[in-house]
């Protein structure tokens, strides 16, 4: 998927692709291949209640059925593509027929679907599983491709474009457009097999009511803790799973995508370190899931079921938001399908004085959409600039912040707010007007600052065909006092595992290990919040080390052929650490800031070659400034404003300047990020 990102002013909390939340691996893996097999004539009725057979559709050369699933996201986004193939091909006779063998997906629901997604042609409710057992069905979209003679030519994915922790901009190749393609031009199919990825079929269970474990006494409790935050009505999981009838027809996918350890979203090596926020599932919880699963998932007494949670609706802040900032005056129109580019959108809360913020929470208009939302503020020029300017974030399961009375973060007057939103298309057009609420606190009564700093190495070059290729980033600069609150790696694709180190100068005891993500996947980019807070001083340095992936084996790597440097494109690079730390407050550092004395000639020079460079790599066009149109959207939004001094929409080299020599100053105040 096509990202954009800001190389100064990083994304935080950039989550789980929504896909992962729900589908599963290979289809075919215990399955005996149907290619070459007779399907039978069936009759099956539609959500309207009309019978359909295939005997109806004899004169059609050839016969596309296609398993679907109301609530599986990939047939969700798969919908409006499978209805524009039906049209397409419907001049060369071939015939689009849906399957729904969900045991959990009702006629309203097939209907509701249909309409969704513009489907004309027929779905057909397959009680009972008997069309998908014949066929060896298992996953939502699956397809089989008919010739006229109804024998199987085809058998799996609809294309390329989507896989488990992945998505392509576009789809490398069209496998059921090609299938249809080679039948018409009577050609036998190329690639006849191709593995489908998608949601099990929620088959018809036979529960044993005998068994010790069932959803009633056991099943219920561990979901409650461990998935409902997630999934249930309005929030962006994309089904419920807060009633037995909800959940019996996940069975089969839950089993799976806990084993495979990618539910509940969490990556970071247990052995080392404790997190406040981390999710993991006991052993005894996963194994009470597995026993459920194979025991037909049975129901029991539902009288032994835990009392509901009461989940707030509103705001989940410790009482009423001080202000609401919205990030416009109307709603952003998210796409039915596609990838819709990250968003950024600029408000003013006209601050007229200095702000402590102990307090925020973004909360969605539209939570089925927003992937992530993540607010930064823009401090004014005039204004010294600690750190990153990163106010919080939502994300699903995550949406505020609210901090001990003795800490907060400092928002100057004058700034401004950026909103970076990242929505996922649902297969039908939706609305999101997304705000956030803040909380005050009196500066009188803060005694730490929150900053977000970095450990980064932007100098790197990934060789082509090269995996496991090593890079490192140290920092060993803190201010006076600090303590790392959270750690959050951020890298690109090609990332494939993070682990940062503290080491204490002159000690002989070694390093520490702070954080571990052995397995690092670009869709879920947690913050690692610690569970005790790890103090700064002392001499101590951070130590990062990243390894990456530019193999063939890389199933998600753009290009493995070409030599992979910084920027902010997913099929470029990055190596950065976010670090989360307070600092005691200090009532006249941002003053000191201001008058702070002469930078030594060593500081100039690397800002003037801080400045070139920054011209070098914007300006397109060769005429020595840069235009805002030049720029990726992350910077537009965030740093064009800083570094245009006079506003006219144009970077000098001597505004470049100004802007690197400020930058430097901060730093060496132990504000810069």
Same mark, same amino acid.
């Given at each position: 998927m096509h990202y954009r990102y800001d190389p100064n002013i990083r994304s935080l909390f950039i989550v789980?692709?929504?896909?992962?939340?729900?589908?599963?691996?290979?289809?075919?893996?215990?399955?005996?291949?149907?290619?070459?097999?007779?399907? &039978?004539?069936?009759?099956? =009725?539609?959500?309207?209640?009309?019978?359909?057979? +295939?005997? @109806?559709?004899?004169? !059609?050369?050839? #016969?596309?059925?296609?398993?679907?699933?109301? &609530?599986?996201?990939?047939? =969700?986004?798969?919908?409006?593509?499978?209805?524009? +193939?039906? @049209?397409?091909?419907? !001049?060369?006779? #071939?015939?689009?027929?849906?399957?729904?063998?969900?045991?959990?997906?009702?006629?309203?629901?097939?209907?509701?679907?249909?309409?969704?997604?513009?489907?004309?042609?027929p779905i057909l409710k397959d009680l009972g599983n008997h069309v998908a057992d014949a066929l060896g069905a298992k996953r939502t979209p699956e397809v089989f491709v008919l010739d006229q003679d109804r024998i199987v030519r085809y058998w799996g994915r609809i294309d390329d474009q989507y896989g488990v922790g992945y998505v392509r901009d576009e789809p490398t190749r069209h496998d059921l457009r090609v299938a249809i393609e080679e039948l018409l031009s009577d050609r036998p199919v190329s690639q006849p097999v191709r593995a489908a990825v998608g949601c099990h079929i929620g088959r018809v269970k036979t529960p044993n009511e005998s068994a010790a474990i069932t959803y009633s006494n056991q099943v219920a409790r561990i979901l409650q803790r461990q998935c409902v935050e997630c999934h249930r009505p309005g929030e962006i999981a994309p089904f419920s799973l807060t009633s037995y009838d909800e959940v019996v027809g996940w069975a089969d996918t839950i089993a799976e995508v806990i084993e495979e350890q990618r539910m509940p979203p969490w990556h970071a090596n247990p052995q080392h370190g404790r997190f406040k926020n981390e999710r993991l599932m006991t052993d005894d919880e996963k194994q009470i899931i597995y026993e459920w699963v194979a025991s037909g998932a049975p129901q029991g007494d539902p009288t032994q079921l835990p009392e509901p949670i009461e989940y707030v609706t509103g705001w989940r802040l410790s009482r009423e938001p001080e202000m609401i900032v919205a990030m416009r005056d109307r709603s952003f129109v998210v796409p039915a399908e596609g990838t819709v580019e990250y968003q950024y959108f600029i408000v003013d809360p006209k601050f007229t004085e200095d702000k402590w913020i102990r307090g925020a929470e973004v909360l969605p208009g539209n939570r089925s959409v927003v992937h992530h939302a993540i607010v930064f503020f823009r401090a004014p020029e005039e204004s010294s600039r600690d750190g990153l300017g990163w106010l919080t974030a939502y994300v699903p399961g995550q949406s505020s912040f609210e901090l001990p009375a003795h800490q907060a973060r400092y928002v100057p007057a004058g700034s401004k707010f950026v909103f970076q939103m990242h929505y996922t298309p649902t297969g039908s057009p939706e609305e999101d007007l997304t705000r956030v609420g803040l909380l005050f606190s009196d500066a009188a009564e803060v005694s730490e600052e929150l900053l977000t700093l970095v450990a980064i190495n932007h100098?790197?070059?990934?060789?082509?065909?090269?995996?496991?290729?090593?890079?490192?980033?140290?920092?060993?600069?803190?201010?006076?006092?600090?303590?790392?609150?959270?750690?959050?790696?951020?890298?690109?694709?090609?990332?494939?595992s993070f682990r940062v180190d503290a080491v204490q100068a002159g000690s002989n005891e070694g390093s520490q290990v702070l954080l571990d993500v052995p397995n690092y996947d670009f869709n879920w980019q947690h913050a690692y919040a610690l569970a005790e807070p790890f103090s700064l001083d002392g001499g101590l340095r951070l130590e990062c080390t990243a390894l990456f992936d530019n193999s063939e084996r890389n199933l998600v790597n753009p290009d493995p052929s070409i030599t992979v440097r910084w920027g902010d494109q997913t099929w470029e690079e990055m190596m950065i650490a976010f670090l989360e730390v307070s600092i005691p407050v200090d009532r006249d550092r941002h003053r000191r800031q201001r008058e702070s004395p002469p930078l030594s000639q060593a500081q100039q020079v690397a800002a003037e070659q801080t400045a070139e460079a920054l011209i070098s790599r914007f300006d397109s066009d060769g005429d020595g400034v840069v235009r805002r149109e030049e720029t990726p959207k992350a910077f537009a939004a965030f740093a064009f404003g800083r570094i245009d001094k006079n506003g006219d929409k144009i970077i000098t080299i001597d505004e470049a300047r100004t802007a690197s020599l400020q930058s430097v100053r901060d730093k060496a105040n132990g504000s810069g990020s």
């Open positions: 789980s692709l929504f896909l992962s939340l729900s589908c599963g691996g290979v289809a075919h893996g215990d399955s005996p291949s149907p290619i070459g097999r007779r399907v &039978e004539e069936f009759q099956l =009725k539609d959500f309207r209640g009309k019978t359909h057979s +295939l005997g @109806d559709l004899r004169d !059609k050369r050839l #016969v596309v059925l296609a398993f679907l699933g109301t &609530e599986c996201p990939l047939a =969700k986004l798969y919908g409006p593509r499978l209805a524009r +193939l039906a @049209d397409e091909f419907a !001049k060369a006779d #071939v015939a689009f027929v849906g399957i729904n063998s969900n045991t959990h997906d009702s006629n309203s629901e097939i209907a509701a679907y249909a309409q969704r997604h513009n489907l004309d042609f100098d790197f070059e990934i060789p082509p065909y090269t995996a496991g290729f090593p890079i490192h980033a140290t920092r060993s600069e803190f201010p006076r006092g600090a303590k790392l609150q959270a750690i959050a790696p951020h890298m690109h694709v090609r990332g494939r």
